[in-house]
T-cell receptor
Framework: DPKIIQKPKYLVAVTGSEKILICEQY?????MYWYRQSAKKPLEFMFS???????DNQTASSRFQPQSSKKNHLDLQITALKPDDSATYFC????????????FGPGTRLTVL | QQKVQQSPESLTVSEGAMASLNCTFS??????FRWYRQHSAKGLEVLVS????GEKEEGRFTAHLNRANLHVSLHIREPQPSDSAVYLC?????????????FGKGTKLSVKS
């Protein structure tokens, strides 16, 4: 059974719209993360959460908003979508503590037209 | 800001020959180094983590770290066609809640039978 679930697997959106990417982990971890991988750039860190609290935000735009409704959920809301937002978004989780192994989900591939 | 560079961009080896991948980083205070493998359109699989200078072996995968030279490498013994994938180097400076991974662009490995 997959331990980190991301939904949907593929997502197509129009410019200016809003989408929510879902992430659930069943590893019992207290820390969760979002990373983005686009065609032109390496995998980039976006956010980290620990015990449902924001720990680090490396995303310049406020259009990206993580939402943690439960300890094992960290969704990503993206508003006013732009074509440059097209990328694969990966959720990851770990035990708390900076040295802990991060386990990655399968990703959501977002295409903005 | 941490910079992570990987070389070569792509590598083709014959089945059974050793494959060697390189990664350099810019922040000399980095203390966590991981190699991940990414098969096409899939999530990341951690292969080996190393935290101190020297060598760390996990099955057919061996990481070598030389922090003075800002260099970490991955050697794959007896590679198989199923090892064909993109290999990503990830570096962090773990401390407290800081768990941000900085990735290189990857090395695309092709193993020919």
């Amino acid at each position: 059974d997959p331990k980190i679930i991301q939904k949907p697997k593929y997502l197509v959106a129009v410019t200016g719209s809003e989408k929510i990417l879902i992430c659930e982990q069943y590893l019992g971890h207290n820390a969760m993360y979002w990373y983005r991988q686009s065609a032109k750039k390496p995998l980039e860190f976006m956010f980290s959460y620990s015990y449902q609290k924001l720990m680090d935000n490396q995303t310049a735009s406020s259009r990206f908003q993580p939402q943690s409704s439960k300890k094992n959920h960290l969704d990503l809301q993206i508003t006013a979508l732009k074509p440059d937002d097209s990328a694969t978004y990966f959720c990851a989780s770990s035990q708390t503590g900076g040295a802990a192994e991060q386990f990655f989900g399968p990703g959501t591939r977002l295409t903005v037209l | 800001q941490q910079k992570v560079q990987q070389s070569p961009e792509s590598l083709t080896v014959s089945e059974g020959a050793m494959a060697s991948l390189n990664c350099t980083f810019s922040d000399g205070t980095s203390n966590n180094f991981r190699w991940y493998r990414q098969h096409s359109a899939k999530g990341l699989e951690v292969l080996v983590s190393i935290f101190s200078d020297g060598e760390k072996e996990e099955g057919r995968f061996t990481a070598h770290l030389n922090r003075a030279n800002l260099h970490v490498s991955l050697h794959i013994r007896e590679p198989q066609p199923s090892d064909s994938a993109v290999y990503l180097c990830a570096v962090s400076r773990a401390g407290g809640s800081n768990a941000k991974l900085t990735f290189g662009k990857g090395t695309k490995l092709s193993v020919k039978s």
